[in-house]
């Protein structure tokens, strides 16, 4: 058996055999739409009993156009997850671009994440890891999954060892993404928490995502079943409450309404697994 890395976020336990789950709009677009979001998010989790972090970026800072919407705002952002905390007691996740957002983020997030682009950037790193809260990097799309252990060595130089590794699926083609089962075996032997970005991984790159084209919904299912099977503790899943009409990745969140559905199903799938799993970690 792997000797996994267990830590606690918030009342979170991270590590073990419990699934979490990492939800929530892809973007805040404003206070009403993402508290509707949370509060939607919020009824599920508790029905299911699945410990949630929520998620949702402040700021876009890697579109593909100037003219795309990229959020509130480092300030107006943390006020709003502020209020998504107060109201529903989630523990909080979103994404930094650069090393002096770190310090001002974690007075307000439990979770800071690096974005898959930016995953070898040292300066980010070291900043995100020195604040003290947990830190999930996002398994860049162009780095081998077991060069991963370079990223994650400078979070532990840096004095931080509450890391999460978060697979997203590789560019094996032009504008497509690749979800290769090989990476959560990969990723596992660094011993740390696994999560698998399900909707990121089926983004089709080079369209908008405004645009139906621009992601495949229809594999969601699919690979979730896929990557529970693998072997992970959390999935991570971008949720609206009007996919086709959001500012960012309209064609790759699900709808929030049909997140109880495809969570039973991940859950059953998760506790298949772990009832299988060998001295590596695998499916026996």
Known sequence: MINKRKFSVGDIK???????LIAGPCVIEDEKS???????????????????????????????SLQ??????LKKGLNILSKVKQEFGFTLLSDIHCATQANE??????VIQIPAYLCMQSSLLQAAAKTGRCVNIKHGQFLAPKNMKYPLAKCVESGNDNIILTERGHSFGYNDLIVDP???????????????????????????????????????PLLARAGAAAGIDGVFIEVHHNPDAAK???????????????????????KLEVKHRNNNGTIS
């Open 248 to 270: 960012c990745d309209a064609a790759s969140q699900l709808n929030v309404d049909n997140l109880k559905k495809l969570l039973e199903v991940i859950n059953d799938f998760h």
């Open 105 to 110: 983020v974690a007075e307000v997030l439990d």
């Open 68 to 73: 795309n919407y990229v959020g509130p705002g």
């Open 182 to 220: 090989r990476a959560f075996y990969e990723l596992n032997q660094l011993g740390y928490p696994v999560v698998f970005d399900i909707t990121h991984s089926i983004r089709k790159y080079g369209v908008p995502s405004a645009k139906k084209e621009g992601g495949a919904r229809h594999y969601i």
């Open 14 to 20: 991270l590590g073990g055999e419990q699934l979490f």
């Open 34 to 64: 993402t508290l509707l979001i949370a509060e939607k998010l919020k009824i599920v989790v508790d029905e299911l009993k699945i410990p949630t972090i929520f998620k949702s970026s402040f700021q876009k800072d890697n579109r593909s």
